[in-house]
């Protein structure tokens, strides 16, 4: 499956973003989706999950009620809605897809990966 990310941007601390993710190739619905980011000198870390058909979803505890997942099948895109940014949310946004059902927050365990989209929030 190919993906594409989109959406990223500069915004100031306290606003919002919401990142999109279009897949391709293969049957999207088949697929757990994730977000990642990775930020300047660190590693890339788990930031949420969804199921495939968008009954389960999972969150980083740094973005736990600010940012939300979320997926429409028909239109094979996974959403990422981002409020209340903060500075440290500043890192380049990578989405992902995963063959298993398993609720996984390793980045090694997901099949496909999307370019990125760079998130800048500044203070």
């Known amino acids: 499956v190919q993906l594409q990310a989109s959406g990223g941007g500069l915004v100031q601390a306290g606003g919002s973003l919401r990142l999109s993710c279009a897949a391709s190739?293969?049957?999207?619905?088949?697929?757990?989706m994730g977000w990642f980011r990775q930020a300047p000198g660190k590693e890339r870390e788990f930031v949420a999950r969804i199921s495939w058909d968008g009954g389960s979803t999972y969150y980083a505890d740094s973005v736990k009620g600010r940012f939300t997942i979320s997926r429409d099948n028909a239109k094979n895109t996974v959403y990422l809605q981002m409020n209340s940014l903060k500075p440290e949310d500043t890192a380049v946004y990578y989405c992902?897809?995963?063959?298993?059902?398993?609720?996984?927050?390793?980045?090694?365990?997901?099949?496909?990966w999307g370019q990125g989209t760079q998130v800048t929030v500044s203070s």
């Open positions: 992902a897809a995963d063959r298993s059902v398993v609720p996984t927050r390793r980045a090694s365990d997901y099949d496909y």
């Open positions: 190739g293969r049957t999207f619905s088949n697929y757990g």
